[in-house]
Nanobody
Framework: QVQLVESGGGLVQTGGSLRLSCAASGGTFSHYTMGWFRQAPGKEREFVAR????????YYADSVKGRFTISRDNAKNTMYLQMNSLKPEDTDVYYC????????????????WGQGTQVTVSS
């Protein structure tokens, strides 16, 4: 099972930017659907962005479309989430995840998770 480690979270002002990284090990990156999710305390984990299983297409939650960009470097087994024009409502713990299922945005289909990285956007 692939192991995932996120980095890059932090505190930023409204309108600012952050780039999250997700380093994968112990598995072949291209064999998984890779995605980003976020979760606030007491709330269900929420889909943010993901790749198709092939890695050729990207999908975004409506709330982040046009502001966030998901990308990957297969040679480095690393996935990224560039977050621009951040808003206070983007404050959450962000997780990267891997699924052996083809093309899903349902967090319950993802079996491998990183430890999470906190993103805080101040108003």
């Amino acid at each position: 099972q692939v192991q995932l480690v996120e980095s890059g979270g932090g505190l930023v002002q409204t309108g600012g930017s952050l780039r999250l990284s997700c380093a994968a090990s112990g598995g072949t990156f291209s064999h998984y659907t890779m995605g980003w999710f976020r979760q606030a305390p007491g709330k269900e984990r929420e889909f943010v962005a993901r790749f198709s299983w092939s890695g050729l297409r990207t999908y975004y939650a409506d709330s982040v479309k046009g502001r966030f960009t998901i990308s990957r470097d297969n040679a480095k087994n690393t996935m990224y989430l560039q977050m621009n024009s951040l808003k206070p409502e983007d404050t959450d713990v962000y997780y990267c995840a891997a699924s052996v299922s083809v093309g899903t945005s349902d967090f319950r289909a993802y079996s491998s998770w990183g430890q999470g990285t906190q993103v805080t956007v101040s108003s």
